[in-house]
């Protein structure tokens, strides 16, 4: 099976402050990968994704990640995080004999708190 | 559209009791999810369904049973229900297109077990 690392449990920042968030996973082939936020009380929602192309991706709300396929890695990063960005992060990785049936696995999240 | 949708969003159980939570979706995605988050622990796969007609167990398939009516609903049953099964529950659909694998997520279903 696969595994998604995510490091920091919880990351608390000031606004303006920049942001990475580390994400490793296990898998060695082709891999799809995506960062997706949950606001408190609400749905996950997707952040950004890569399948292929340039390593760096751009998401809304002007998150970015880049994929370092040496590293195993996907770190998600903001220059400037605002109070709003308060939520918790999730890397999933799509992979191996699940990849056509469309499986995530999920990171275990990193929760950012900003504070104003 | 209003994408996928979860019923009820909010139940108490006691030990022992059987329910059904519900799940549709309007984007005639062929792949439906069932996902249990808990605090710590990430998203966990219940049970996914890739096509209509076909189901399969995910990670934590025990205690659960699913059911795919049709292409758009995607329910999921707890028998007899144990306090660990406390969790919120998530439904994702997923439909088909080329290197396109994002999931959308319905708003959750916040399970209690006393």
């Known amino acids: 099976a696969q595994s998604v690392s995510q490091h920091n449990h919880h990351v608390i920042l000031s606004e303006a402050a920049s942001l990475e968030l580390g994400c490793n996973y296990s898998?060695?082939?082709?891999?799809?990968l995506f960062w997706y936020v949950q606001y408190p009380g609400q749905h996950l929602q997707l952040l950004l994704k890569?399948?292929?192309?340039?390593?760096l991706v751009k998401g809304i709300k002007g998150f970015e990640a880049e994929f370092i396929k040496s590293k195993f890695s996907f770190n998600l990063r903001k220059p400037s995080v605002q109070w709003s960005d308060t939520a918790e992060y999730f890397c999933?990785?799509?992979?191996?004999?699940?990849?056509?049936?469309?499986?995530?696995?999920f990171g275990r999240g990193t929760q950012l708190t900003v504070w104003p | 559209n209003a994408g996928v949708t979860q019923t009820p969003k909010f139940q108490v159980l006691k030990t022992g009791q059987s329910m059904t939570l519900q799940c549709a979706q309007d984007?005639?995605?062929?792949?439906m999810y069932w996902y249990r988050q808990d605090p710590g622990m990430g998203l966990r796969l219940i049970y996914y369904?890739?096509?209509?007609?076909?189901?399969d167990k995910g990670e934590v398939p025990n205690g659960y049973n699913v059911s795919r009516l049709n292409k758009r609903e995607f329910s999921l049953r707890l028998e007899s229900a144990a306090p660990s099964q406390t969790s919120v529950y998530f439904c994702?659909?997923?439909?088909?297109?080329?290197?396109?694998?994002?999931?959308?997520f319905g708003p959750g279903t916040r399970l209690t077990v006393l």
């Open positions: 994702a659909s997923r439909g088909i297109s080329v290197g396109y694998n994002e999931q959308f």
């Open positions: 898998y060695g082939g082709t891999v799809n």
């Open positions: 890569y399948f292929s192309g340039d390593p």
């Open positions: 999933a990785v799509n992979a191996g004999r699940g990849s056509t049936l469309g499986r995530l696995y």
């Open positions: 984007m005639n995605h062929n792949s």
């Open positions: 369904s890739a096509s209509e007609g076909t189901t």
